[in-house]
């Protein structure tokens, strides 16, 4: 393999192909469909290569020896806060902006409007009723969001204020936590496209509507869910990553298949402990945020869903066809008349890819050390379960991106033999 500067040229080349193709790739006429193709070798190399960087390892915000409480706060975390200022201020202008543009209205998009209501039925003490279906919207559809999706949406809902304001804090803090890590370095080339494309993201999601991130979907809290799950594989902390996972979980199914993967990296690594510390955290978190509110028969109930994705996906090939000619995907390719098959490579491949990157990076160990198993077999898993995805909308790319983002941003900050960039450390 290359050294570590190729390594981090590759990586940084991997990120750039993916967010190309996630971004304004899609401006080209009838393009989205066949940048599935290098969005997933894209998102795969990137994957790949974590494998063969040192062990990634997070310190958060150390306070310096002998400096008291004013070494924790640095003149580079002060500049870096300022940044963050402008950049809210940025995301508000820009926002308020698209919100008087594009009203919340059903006809548009009904994800927010029927979160809205299960959040006003939580707020009235109706926790049992939080799942009824809802007359007034398309006669009465059947909520199906899980309790991380639509519990956080709460603040909007109590204080009255735009739902999508919690989608946009979601992405600040996405977008905040890049900027602690990311270390700009003069005459560094990664670090500098690194940054340009952290910028282009941005751009992207709040300069232009395409994708429907801040103005119809909910998919900022999801994207700083996964967020905060990278960080806690970085910190290696298990009963951070524990919270961290449920709160995935309990939002999107996504993740399901890197669950067991991650369990069979402690058992093969003989941390037993840990791994039985990180079900009873799942267990928990489940109790609180499933069980309590909603109760074991809704849990049934939307334990079922996924397979009722099938038919809703043939009703969106009859509605909306654009969907799938407009998005990434292998979705369009399949057409309609396979999605059972296509389904069929999403549950199956979901499962098998991140535990087969345990496995090979284990007996592998034998010739070759590898490190970085779960953050790879992460990324590796959100690559896979949206290029298969039964109904690819384009927001739902942006997750994967930007866990990418933060991956990258860690790796190109550090430098060899240099125990702390800023205020993480990456080490060996």
């Given at each position: 393999?290359?050294?570590?500067?190729?390594?981090?040229?590759?990586?940084?080349a991997?990120?750039?192909?993916?967010?190309?193709?996630?971004?304004?790739?899609?401006?080209?006429?009838?393009?989205?469909?066949?940048?599935?193709?290098?969005?997933?070798?894209?998102?795969?190399?990137?994957?790949?290569?974590?494998?063969?960087?040192?062990?990634?390892?997070?310190?958060?915000?150390?306070?310096?020896p002998?400096?008291?409480?004013?070494?924790?706060?640095?003149?580079?975390?002060?500049?870096?806060?300022?940044?963050?200022a402008?950049?809210?201020?940025?995301?508000?202008?820009?926002?308020?902006?698209?919100?008087?543009?594009?009203p919340?209205?059903?006809n548009?998009?009904?994800?927010?409007?029927?979160?809205?209501?299960?959040?006003?039925?939580?707020?009235?003490?109706?926790?049992?009723?939080?799942?009824?279906?809802?007359?007034?919207?398309?006669?009465?559809?059947?909520?199906i969001?899980?309790?991380?999706?639509?519990?956080?949406?709460?603040?909007?809902?109590?204080?009255?204020?735009?739902?999508?304001?919690?989608?946009?804090?979601?992405?600040?803090?996405s977008?905040?936590?890049?900027?602690?890590?990311?270390?700009?370095?003069?005459?560094?080339?990664?670090?500098?496209?690194?940054?340009?494309?952290?910028?282009?993201?941005?751009?992207?999601?709040?300069?232009?509507?395409?994708?429907?991130?801040?103005?119809?979907?909910?998919?900022?809290?999801?994207?700083?869910?996964y967020?905060?799950?990278?960080?806690?594989?970085?910190?290696?902390?298990?009963?951070l990553?524990?919270?961290?996972?449920s709160?995935?979980?309990?939002?999107?199914?996504?993740?399901?298949?890197?669950?067991?993967?991650?369990?069979?990296?402690?058992?093969?690594?003989?941390?037993?402990?840990?791994?039985?510390?990180?079900?009873?955290?799942?267990?928990?978190?489940?109790l609180?945020l499933?069980?309590?509110?909603?109760?074991?028969?809704?849990?049934?109930?939307?334990?079922?869903?996924?397979?009722n994705?099938?038919?809703?996906?043939?009703?969106?090939?009859?509605?909306s066809?654009?969907?799938?000619?407009?998005s990434?995907?292998?979705?369009?390719?399949?057409?309609?008349?396979?999605?059972?098959?296509?389904?069929?490579?999403?549950?199956?491949?979901s499962?098998i890819?991140p535990?087969?990157?345990?496995?090979?990076?284990?007996f592998?160990?034998?010739?070759?050390?590898?490190?970085?198993?779960?953050?790879?077999?992460?990324?590796m898993?959100?690559?896979?379960?949206?290029s298969?995805?039964?109904?690819?909308?384009?927001?739902?790319?942006?997750?994967?991106s930007?866990?990418?983002?933060?991956?990258?941003?860690?790796?190109?900050?550090?430098?060899?033999?240099?125990?702390?960039?800023?205020?993480?450390?990456?080490?060996?």
């Open positions: 393999m290359p050294g570590q500067k190729h390594l981090r040229s590759l990586l940084v991997a990120f750039a192909l993916e967010t190309l193709c996630v971004t304004y790739g899609l401006k080209a006429p009838r393009a989205a469909p066949f940048l599935a193709v290098p969005y997933f070798l894209a998102g795969t190399a990137l994957a790949v290569l974590l494998l063969y960087f040192p062990r990634l390892e997070l310190t958060i915000l150390r306070r310096q002998g400096k008291g409480l004013t070494g924790w706060f640095t003149r580079t975390h002060q500049y870096k806060l300022i940044v963050l402008l950049l809210a201020l940025c995301m508000h202008t820009l926002c308020r902006y698209w919100f008087d543009e594009i919340l209205d059903i548009y998009a009904d994800m927010l409007p029927i979160i809205k209501v299960m959040d006003q039925r939580f707020l009235a003490g109706h926790w049992t009723h939080i799942y009824d279906t809802i007359p007034s919207i398309w006669n009465g559809v059947q909520p969001y899980l309790p991380a999706m639509w519990q956080p949406f709460t603040l909007a809902v109590l204080f009255d204020i735009d739902m999508r304001w919690i989608t946009v804090a979601g992405l600040l803090f977008f905040g936590i890049f900027l602690f890590i990311y270390r700009p370095e003069r005459r560094n080339y990664t670090s500098f496209l690194t940054g340009v494309l952290a910028f282009v993201l941005f751009w992207w999601i709040f300069a232009d509507d395409m994708p429907g991130v801040i103005t119809v979907s909910e998919e900022g809290v999801v994207i700083a869910y967020v905060l799950l990278v960080l806690a594989l970085l910190s290696g902390n298990v009963l990553t524990g919270i961290a996972v709160l995935c979980m309990l939002s999107r199914y996504a993740l399901v298949g890197w669950i067991p993967a991650y369990l069979l990296y402690l058992f093969l690594h003989r941390k037993g402990r840990q791994a039985v510390l990180f079900t009873l955290v799942g267990l928990v978190c489940f609180l499933f069980l309590m509110p909603v109760g074991w028969d809704r849990f049934m109930s939307l334990a079922k869903l996924p397979g994705y099938i038919r809703f996906a043939a009703i969106v090939w009859q509605d066809p654009d969907v799938f000619s407009s990434l995907g292998f979705a369009g390719f399949f057409g309609p008349s396979r999605i059972a098959l296509l389904h069929g490579f999403l549950v199956a491949l499962f890819v535990s087969l990157f345990v496995l090979i990076s284990y592998r160990g034998r010739t070759r050390e590898f490190a970085n198993v779960p953050l790879a077999a992460l990324k898993s959100l690559v896979v379960f949206y298969f995805i039964d109904v690819p909308y384009l927001y739902l790319f942006y997750t994967s930007f866990v990418s983002l933060i991956l990258v941003a860690f790796v190109v900050s550090r430098q060899p033999n240099d125990p702390a960039p800023g205020a993480l450390r990456s080490a060996r």
